[in-house]
C-alpha cells in the first residue's frame, strides 16, 4: 500500500509512544482531599467512599508522613464538626476541627502544603452553603461569613483557600478580609464553576452535609450550561481568583478545556466523590481494572486542559506515576 500517512509508525514501542505524548503529568500537580473530624483515634471509613476515612486529628500526622512519601505534598482538607447550628459557627471557630488540623499538621511538617476549604455546608445544621433567610440562602449576609471562615483558616495554617460556596461576591469578600488581616500573599483558588451535582452524594455522607431541604440549584450552576461558565470564570479572575477550579472534572471537559482557554490562571478539576465511587465499586466488583481507569480519567482532565487536579484517587495516581502506568 502507498500510504504517505501511517499514525501507527509513532506507537509501535512504549519508549516511542512515551516520547510523543501530548499530556504529561506529574505529582506536583495533585492535591488529595481529607476530611478531619473530632475526636480521638478516629479511623471511620465512609460507607460510599471505600478506601476513604474520617481521620480524627491525631491521626493525620501518619497520613501525612505516608502521603509525603508518595510525592503528594498538597492536601485540601475538609472539616465535620461535632456541632452544627443554623450559622456554621464551627467553620469559623478559632479551635474548630479544621483549624486544629491545620495548626497540628502545619506544626510537624511544614512543606505540607494546606488548602482550606472555605464553606458552610459541612457546618450548618441545615446543611445548605450559607445564612438562610427563610428557605433563601442570602448572598449578601452570607459573605462576611465566608470572609471569617477563610481567614480563621489562615491564621491557623493555610497556605491557600478555596471558597466553594457559589455564592456571588465572595473571592472579593475574602480577598479583602485577608488583606486586611495581612494575609496579602495568600492565594485564593475559587471553586469558579461549580455545578450543582449528583456526583456530590457520596461527599454529602461523608460530611454528612445534604441539604436538609431543597438542593444547592439556586447557587451551583445549572450543568446544562458552557457559556455561564466563562461568565463565572472571568468574574472570579476579575474579583481576585488567583486560580480556578472546574467541579466535577470527569464530565465536563469540555468546561475545563473552555475555562483554560479564556482564562490566563492556572486551572485545576475537581475529580469528585461521585467519580471515586463509580470506578472504586466497578473496581472492586471485578468489572474494570481500577488503576487503569482512574489513569484514564485523571489524564483526561489534564488534556482537557488541567493543571491541578483534585483527586481522592491522589495516592494511587503517585504510585501509578512511579510504576509508569501514567506519566
Ligand atoms: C462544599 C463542598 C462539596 C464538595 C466540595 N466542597 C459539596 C457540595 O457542594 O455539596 C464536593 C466534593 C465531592 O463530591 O467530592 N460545598
Redesign the pocket.
Given at each position: 500500500m502507498d500510504l504517505i500517512h501511517r499514525p501507527r509508525r509513532l506507537r509501535r514501542s512504549e519508549t516511542l509512544r512515551k516520547m510523543v505524548r501530548e499530556t504529561r503529568v506529574s505529582k506536583s500537580s495533585l492535591i488529595y482531599?481529607m476530611f478531619v473530624v473530632e475526636g480521638q483515634n478516629v479511623q471511620e471509613e465512609i460507607p460510599s467512599m471505600a478506601g476513604q476515612y474520617r481521620w480524627s486529628i491525631d491521626r493525620l500526622p501518619e497520613q501525612a508522613e505516608a502521603l509525603l512519601k508518595l510525592g503528594v505534598d498538597k492536601v485540601m482538607l475538609?472539616g465535620i464538626p461535632g456541632h452544627k447550628d443554623a450559622c456554621g459557627s464551627e467553620a469559623y471557630a478559632e479551635h474548630g476541627v479544621v483549624q486544629e488540623a491545620m495548626r497540628a499538621l502545619k506544626a510537624r511538617f511544614p512543606e505540607l502544603y494546606l488548602i482550606g476549604?472555605v464553606?458552610?455546608?459541612?457546618y450548618t445544621s441545615h446543611g445548605h452553603?450559607g445564612i438562610l433567610d427563610g428557605d433563601y440562602v442570602d448572598n449578601d449576609r452570607t459573605l462576611e461569613y465566608l470572609a471569617k471562615i477563610a481567614v480563621s483558616q489562615v491564621q491557623a495554617g493555610a497556605d491557600m483557600v478555596?471558597p466553594?460556596?457559589?455564592m456571588d461576591g465572595r473571592v472579593a469578600a475574602i480577598r479583602d478580609a485577608l488583606d486586611d488581616a495581612g494575609y496579602v500573599n495568600t492565594p485564593i483558588l475559587s471553586?469558579a464553576v461549580?455545578y450543582?451535582?449528583s456526583?456530590?452524594?457520596?461527599?454529602?455522607d461523608?460530611?454528612d452535609?445534604?441539604?436538609a431541604f431543597g438542593d444547592?440549584k439556586q447557587y451551583?450552576m445549572d450543568y446544562h450550561n458552557s457559556r455561564e461558565a466563562v461568565k463565572e470564570a472571568l468574574t472570579d479572575v476579575d474579583e481576585g481568583a488567583d486560580l480556578l477550579m472546574v467541579?466535577?472534572a470527569m464530565a465536563y471537559g469540555d468546561i475545563i478545556a473552555r475555562v483554560k482557554e479564556v482564562t490566563d490562571v492556572p486551572v485545576a478539576a475537581?475529580?469528585?466523590?461521585?467519580?471515586?465511587c463509580m470506578v472504586k465499586t466497578c473496581g472492586r466488583l471485578g468489572y474494570v481494572d481500577e488503576t487503569a481507569m482512574l489513569c484514564e480519567i485523571a489524564a483526561s482532565a489534564f488534556r482537557a486542559g488541567a493543571d491541578i487536579y483534585?483527586s481522592?484517587f491522589a495516592p494511587e495516581l503517585a504510585r501509578a506515576m512511579d510504576e509508569g502506568r501514567i506519566g
Amino acid at each position: 500500500m502507498d500510504l504517505i500517512h501511517r499514525p501507527r509508525r509513532l506507537r509501535r514501542s512504549e519508549t516511542l509512544r512515551k516520547m510523543v505524548r501530548e499530556t504529561r503529568v506529574s505529582k506536583s500537580s495533585l492535591i488529595y482531599p481529607m476530611f478531619v473530624v473530632e475526636g480521638q483515634n478516629v479511623q471511620e471509613e465512609i460507607p460510599s467512599m471505600a478506601g476513604q476515612y474520617r481521620w480524627s486529628i491525631d491521626r493525620l500526622p501518619e497520613q501525612a508522613e505516608a502521603l509525603l512519601k508518595l510525592g503528594v505534598d498538597k492536601v485540601m482538607l475538609f472539616g465535620i464538626p461535632g456541632h452544627k447550628d443554623a450559622c456554621g459557627s464551627e467553620a469559623y471557630a478559632e479551635h474548630g476541627v479544621v483549624q486544629e488540623a491545620m495548626r497540628a499538621l502545619k506544626a510537624r511538617f511544614p512543606e505540607l502544603y494546606l488548602i482550606g476549604d472555605v464553606c458552610m455546608c459541612e457546618y450548618t445544621s441545615h446543611g445548605h452553603c450559607g445564612i438562610l433567610d427563610g428557605d433563601y440562602v442570602d448572598n449578601d449576609r452570607t459573605l462576611e461569613y465566608l470572609a471569617k471562615i477563610a481567614v480563621s483558616q489562615v491564621q491557623a495554617g493555610a497556605d491557600m483557600v478555596a471558597p466553594s460556596d457559589m455564592m456571588d461576591g465572595r473571592v472579593a469578600a475574602i480577598r479583602d478580609a485577608l488583606d486586611d488581616a495581612g494575609y496579602v500573599n495568600t492565594p485564593i483558588l475559587s471553586y469558579a464553576v461549580k455545578y450543582a451535582s449528583s456526583f456530590y452524594g457520596p461527599f454529602r455522607d461523608a460530611a454528612d452535609s445534604a441539604p436538609a431541604f431543597g438542593d444547592r440549584k439556586q447557587y451551583q450552576m445549572d450543568y446544562h450550561n458552557s457559556r455561564e461558565a466563562v461568565k463565572e470564570a472571568l468574574t472570579d479572575v476579575d474579583e481576585g481568583a488567583d486560580l480556578l477550579m472546574v467541579k466535577p472534572a470527569m464530565a465536563y471537559g469540555d468546561i475545563i478545556a473552555r475555562v483554560k482557554e479564556v482564562t490566563d490562571v492556572p486551572v485545576a478539576a475537581y475529580s469528585v466523590s461521585g467519580e471515586y465511587c463509580m470506578v472504586k465499586t466497578c473496581g472492586r466488583l471485578g468489572y474494570v481494572d481500577e488503576t487503569a481507569m482512574l489513569c484514564e480519567i485523571a489524564a483526561s482532565a489534564f488534556r482537557a486542559g488541567a493543571d491541578i487536579y483534585l483527586s481522592y484517587f491522589a495516592p494511587e495516581l503517585a504510585r501509578a506515576m512511579d510504576e509508569g502506568r501514567i506519566g
